[in-house]
């Protein structure tokens, strides 16, 4: 069960002596055991002083939000904190303290310093580990009024934690995405994502094993100068790695979301692969170490549907069976089933409308 132990104090200016100076912060510890694994954080939050910080934007007239050290700031609504009252000095998250089967896990302050006025109440904040007990969600709101702002975490055990500022700014009724600003149109309108943080064949899961526990797919983040993930499958009776998929020459981007999944008889596998805006969807046929992409013929007309204006692309649905598999397009709201002809290539022969956006 998750204890979550928040030990909240009214934030006031430090209160000068002649010998020192007196904080009061506002601090929430968490633990929880997760398959195996022993999760501890502890979250500081109180005055800080900013002054020594590269603080930019935000001022009339300026292209772009608030930045601190080239990261956005939340809390301002975009507007410079130089404006806020008892600047340089403001409440903010100033450290978070993380332990992971007993080791201490580094969490830079880049990833939270930028949170200007998190509420760190109870029904303000939520932990929500993934089921490998290697991952840890931490959904928070802060700010007021037009600087309301929800903030997403996420804590790994290999360090490689994340930063998400949320579409909304109230906490979702239940954690199933994770939403993810990626930039601005030709219009200006804001371009998000969105990745599920607990359903399963999520880019968070990281581990797709086939059925028959032979055949393991799982993305290797990138490290040094490294620019892409890289999506590999690993034959697990060999102990060998016999293909692989990155996405350097597309955009040098982190794989934003991966789903896919086995075919009932381990023989198929099915992957949509998302970076950023690009999606492709791919079937492999896996037959002992040697791995082929299966042909995806052209839907047929008779079953076709005009696509629509919002962008979108094919992203893998379910196994039917061992020779069929269900694919949706939204971008001609249609699903489409998808049958292994005697070729060994994929034919549609059958659809279904989703509802309309």
């Known amino acids: 069960m998750t204890k979550l132990l928040p030990l909240l104090f009214l934030l006031s200016p430090p209160i000068a002596f002649a010998e020192g100076t007196v904080r009061f912060e506002q601090i929430v510890h968490y633990s929880e055991g997760v398959a195996g694994h022993s999760i501890k954080v502890v979250m500081h939050q109180r005055l800080y002083d900013f002054s020594k910080h590269d603080v930019k934007g935000g001022d009339a007239g300026a292209r772009g939000p608030a930045t601190i050290d080239g990261t956005t700031i939340l809390g301002t609504d975009g507007s410079s904190p130089k404006m806020l009252d008892g600047w ?49 969600l931490i959904q928070a709101t802060g700010g007021d009024g037009g600087g309301s702002y929800l903030v997403q975490l996420v804590l790994r055990k290999d360090g ?55 055949y393991e797919v799982t993305l290797v983040q990138p490290t040094g ?13 060999t102990n060998q790695q016999i293909w692989d998929f990155d996405y350097d020459s597309v955009a040098e981007r982190h794989v ?58 094919e992203f893998f649905s379910h196994w039917e069976s061992n020779e069929a598999l269900w694919i949706n397009n939204n971008t001609k709201n249609r699903s489409f089933r998808f049958f292994m002809t005697q070729d060994g290539k994929m034919l549609a022969d059958a659809f279904e409308d989703d509802p309309a956006p």
């Open 88 to 136: 340089p000095m403001l409440k903010t998250l100033v450290s978070i303290e993380l332990e992971w089967d007993g080791q201490r896990i580094p969490v830079p302050k880049e990833l939270h310093l930028n949170l200007l006025s998190l509420t760190l109440r109870e029904d303000s904040i939520q932990f929500i580990p993934r089921p490998s007990g290697e991952e840890l």
């Open 256 to 313: 934003s979301d991966l789903r896919g999944g086995w075919s009932p008889d381990s023989r198929h596998l099915a992957l949509t692969i998302q970076v950023a805006r690009v999606v492709e969807t791919m079937v492999l046929r896996v037959e002992e170490e040697k791995v082929e992409e299966v042909e995806m013929l052209p839907i047929p007309e008779k079953l076709d549907n005009p696509s629509y204006t919002h962008r979108g692309g």
């Open 225 to 237: 100068d490294e620019k892409s993930t890289l999506i590999v499958l690993r034959d697990l009776k």
């Open 160 to 214: 490689n934690h994340q930063q998400f500022e949320g579409c909304e700014e109230v906490l979702p009724p239940y954690p199933h995405e994770i939403c993810e600003q990626i930039g601005t149109d030709e219009e200006g309108r804001v371009i998000v994502r969105y990745f599920n943080w607990l359903g399963p064949g999520s880019a968070a899961d990281a581990v797709l094993r086939s059925p028959d526990a032979r």
